[in-house]
């Protein structure tokens, strides 16, 4: 994007919130809270040290609003940008523009959520697509299922090749002692678990959790001072395609071949380059998607790329090492939660499932229907 120098801005601070099941009279804004303090600690800044605030939360009208009148602060600059799951990811790109502009020195991008609590349905109000909601689809899921049912028709991806992706993902929550998921899963678990929507049963679509998270962002310059070690944000790119799953141009091909380019571009890097890729998996065929889109494989390839381990622990690419929206964590909208696992590989400090020798993480956020796409790539001080 220009404007954008790439490696000017860095993630200092980043932490979640309680996940799971919150106590009942909880609210999106205490989780919000929660996390915010928990990332300032995580960097040794102070709540006064934040001058820009960047949030979205569907169960709050105005959040910035919300949470700043919570938090006590009077930022010098906000941004309450909406656009789903990859939300977040737009976040980073305006706070770095922001902090690059001189608008805000110390950015916090802060999500909550209590959907488990209060129910999905309450927490997610659905609008009336006149197109769509007269025949009653099962959204979100029956939206994924056409793309999942096209990819199959078209590459011959097979309910196995998907089944995969949730077993890798149950693989790395087994090392994440915050995970919600904590039994083992196999194949045969996920192909004969409650059919959703054909063809993609309980255990192919993601956690209903409560849970939220925080990131500060601030100058390199900054960063370098502050107590961890700084993830660098290297690139970003977006792209939004539609709203409605009937309005996709293609059904096989999302928003992140175009979101992936950008931010490459800004990095001067490419897929080989990505030590570990965090990718929104709100359903099992999303990571399929994702990781052809983002050039980790060629079109029609993401379920043999994925077969075999290829995602899980020792395999070719490590994808989700939180156990990701299918076994980790999914407050709503999963995409700050996916920054915060690319964040902790590039630090270092992920535990039993870091990866070795990371120095590029990417996270790729996803909103809506497969409409909205935002791509973060973040370095390591070896990197800039």
Known sequence: MSGLTRGSVAVVGAAE???????????PVDLMAQATRRALDDCGLKLSDIDGVFTNASQLRMPTLSLCEYLGI????????????SSFMT???HAMLAIEHGLCEVALVAYGSTQRTVSRAAASPREFNPYE???KPFLPASAYALAASRHMH??????????????????????NPVAWEKEPLSIEQVLGARMVSYPLTVRDCCLVTDGGGAIILTSAA????????PAFVLG??????????????????????RSGAIAYAMAGLSAKDVNTAQVYDAFTINTILFLEDLGFCPKGEGGRFIAGGGIAPGGVLPVNTSGGGLSYCHPGMYGLLVLIEAIRQVRGDAGARQVQGCDVALAHGNGGVLSSQVTVLFGSEATV
Do not use: C, N
Request: net charge positive.
């Open 222 to 229: 900054r960063a370098r001072t502050l107590r961890q070690k």
């Open 91 to 93: 976040h980073v790109q």
């Open 133 to 135: 909601s007269p025949y």
């Open 74 to 85: 009077a930022p010098r600059y906000q941004d309450g940008t909406g656009i789903g799951g």
């Open 154 to 175: 078209q590459f011959g991806t097979t309910r196995e090749h998907l089944a995969e992706v949730a077993v890798a993902a149950r693989q790395w929550a087994l090392m």
């Open 236 to 257: 970003v790119g977006e792209h939004l395609s539609h709203m409605s799953i009937s309005s996709m141009p293609d059904l096989t091909v999302t928003g992140a071949a």
């Open 17 to 27: 919130s309680d996940l799971g099941q919150v106590a009942p009279g909880t609210t």
